[in-house]
């Protein structure tokens, strides 16, 4: 796979890669700059072929070519005088043409740059926690009318929070999450960005914890909990 993952660049920038191949190469994306030049370059192309005049195109038509480029997968780079991005590089370019001319839109989700903070592996860690077979949600309300419900999933080994309508801290102060151990300890889970609607993955292993928490921290949040949990959110009963 390491030799062949450069390869799925062309793939990846058109949506053709299962939801595992897409992970394994967006864990790739993050330490390969070769990749992520490759993947905008295409994603520009296929941007500036779109508008040069594109039309809708008849709805079979287009049906056809996204069934064709999810069977397809590039071939690993040729070993020629040319060097491996540039061996990929034309059929790519080709590829993102084809759906140009025929209307295709295309997602665009930069994995190592996102504007609220959030790598797309992080993303793609909540999903697996929010479907698993064993996911296991606690609810609890807010001050306000607010809401917030911790899922975990032992399974994942991960929890993630998802809130609503929930008010920003104090001035000067953070939401810091925390997880409780089975001998009661807490430890850090992460700080919250200030958004009243989100859904975050918090930090460290929850398959054996006990609980999860929300406190009011100084800003930058602190190595232990300063405060009373403002929510408590009992995971006792899959841990």
């Known amino acids: 796979m390491t030799s062949e993952i450069h390869a799925l660049s062309g793939a990846y920038a058109v949506g053709a890669l299962d939801e595992t191949e897409r992970a394994q190469f967006e864990r790739h994306l993050a330490q390969c700059s070769e990749c992520r030049a490759e993947v905008a370059s295409l994603r520009?192309?296929?941007?500036?072929?779109?508008?040069?005049?594109?039309?809708?195109?008849?709805?079979?038509?287009?049906?056809?070519?996204?069934a064709d480029i999810g069977r397809v997968r590039p071939l690993p780079p040729e070993t020629d005088r040319r060097s491996p991005a540039a061996s990929r590089r034309l059929p790519l370019l080709v590829a993102a043409a084809v759906l140009a001319a025929v209307g295709v839109g295309?997602?665009?989700?930069?994995?190592w740059d996102r504007s609220d903070g959030t790598?797309?592996?992080?993303?793609t860690a909540s999903e697996r926690v929010l479907r698993a077979p064993?996911?296991?949600?606690?609810?609890v309300?807010?001050?306000?009318?607010?809401?917030?419900t911790v899922t975990r999933s032992v399974r994942e080994g991960r929890a993630v929070i998802t809130t609503h309508?929930?008010?920003?801290?104090?001035?000067?102060?953070?939401?810091?999450?925390?997880?409780q151990q089975?001998?009661?300890?807490?430890?850090?889970?992460?700080?919250?960005?200030?958004?009243?609607?989100?859904?975050?993955?918090?930090?460290?292993?929850?398959?054996?914890?006990?609980g999860a928490g929300i406190t009011v921290e100084p800003a930058g949040g602190s190595p232990?909990?300063?405060?009373?949990?403002?929510?408590?959110?009992?995971?006792?009963g899959s841990a």
Do not use: C, K, N
């Open 165 to 179: 309508d929930m008010d920003a801290p104090p001035p000067g102060r953070v939401y810091q999450l925390w997880l």
């Open 182 to 210: 089975s001998d009661g300890s807490m430890t850090d889970a992460g700080l919250m960005p200030e958004r009243a609607d989100q859904t975050m993955l918090l930090e460290g292993d929850a398959a054996d914890v006990t």
């Open 44 to 66: 520009e192309a296929a941007a500036a072929l779109a508008d040069d005049g594109a039309v809708a195109p008849p709805r079979a038509l287009r049906d056809a070519v996204l």
């Open 106 to 111: 295309v997602a665009v989700t930069e994995p």
């Open 119 to 123: 790598s797309q592996q992080q993303l």
């Open 141 to 148: 309300h807010l001050p306000g009318g607010a809401s917030a």
């Open 224 to 236: 232990q909990p300063t405060s009373d949990p403002i929510a408590l959110f009992d995971l006792s």
């Open 134 to 139: 064993d996911a296991q949600e606690v609810s």
